[in-house]
C-alpha cells in the first residue's frame, strides 16, 4: 500500500468516525434542538414535570392576572389549547394580551409552566416565525393578518 492510499484510508475512517459522532449527537439532541414548542405540542408529548423547554404562543386575552408584587400569571395558547404559565420578575415592555410570547422554564407537578424567563415580539408586526407556523398549522393564521387578527378564524 502505497502513502497515499494509506493517507486516503485515515481520511475516510476519519470522516466515518466524524459521521457516527455527529449522528450520535444530533440522535440525543434530537427533543432539544427545537426552538420551542406549542401548548399543542406540550399536550401531545406529555412532558413531564422538572423538563426545561421553551413554550412559544400567544397571550389569551383576558388572562393576565398580577398574583404578587412581581408575579403575573397568564395563559399561553396557539388557539387550540392553552397553557398556565406562572412568571416572577418584569415582563418586557411590549408584553401585552394577544402578542406572541416566548417563556423559558419547566412544568410543575401542578401542569403551571413555571418560567424564569419571558420574551415578547419586537414590534407591531413581528411574530416569531416558529409561533406564526404554529397558528397556520392550526388553520387560525395566514399571512397578512395583524395582530387583532390573530385570534380570529381563517375564512375557509
Do not use: C
Not at 449527537?25 to 406529555?46: C, H, Q
Request: glycine share 12%; proline share 5%.
Amino acid at each position: 500500500m502505497t502513502r497515499k492510499q494509506r493517507r486516503a484510508g485515515f481520511i475516510a475512517v476519519g470522516l466515518g468516525i466524524l459521521g457516527v459522532a455527529v449522528g450520535l449527537v444530533l440522535f440525543a439532541m434530537r427533543d432539544n434542538i427545537v426552538f420551542f414548542y406549542s401548548p399543542t405540542e406540550v399536550a401531545e408529548k406529555g412532558i413531564g414535570p422538572g423538563t426545561r423547554f421553551r413554550l412559544g404562543g400567544l397571550v389569551e386575552k383576558g388572562s393576565v392576572e398580577h398574583t404578587g408584587p412581581a408575579t403575573i400569571k397568564f395563559v399561553v395558547t396557539d388557539l387550540r389549547k392553552q397553557v398556565t404559565v406562572s412568571y416572577t420578575g418584569l415582563v418586557p415592555d411590549l408584553f401585552r394580551e394577544g402578542q406572541g410570547v416566548v417563556a423559558e422554564g419547566a412544568m410543575s407537578p401542578d401542569g403551571v409552566f413555571t418560567a424564569d424567563s419571558v420574551l415578547a415580539k419586537h414590534d407591531e408586526k413581528y411574530m416569531p416565525p416558529e409561533v406564526a407556523a404554529a397558528l397556520k398549522k392550526s388553520g387560525r393564521w395566514e399571512e397578512g393578518q395583524t395582530k387583532s387578527d390573530a385570534g380570529k378564524p381563517v375564512a375557509q
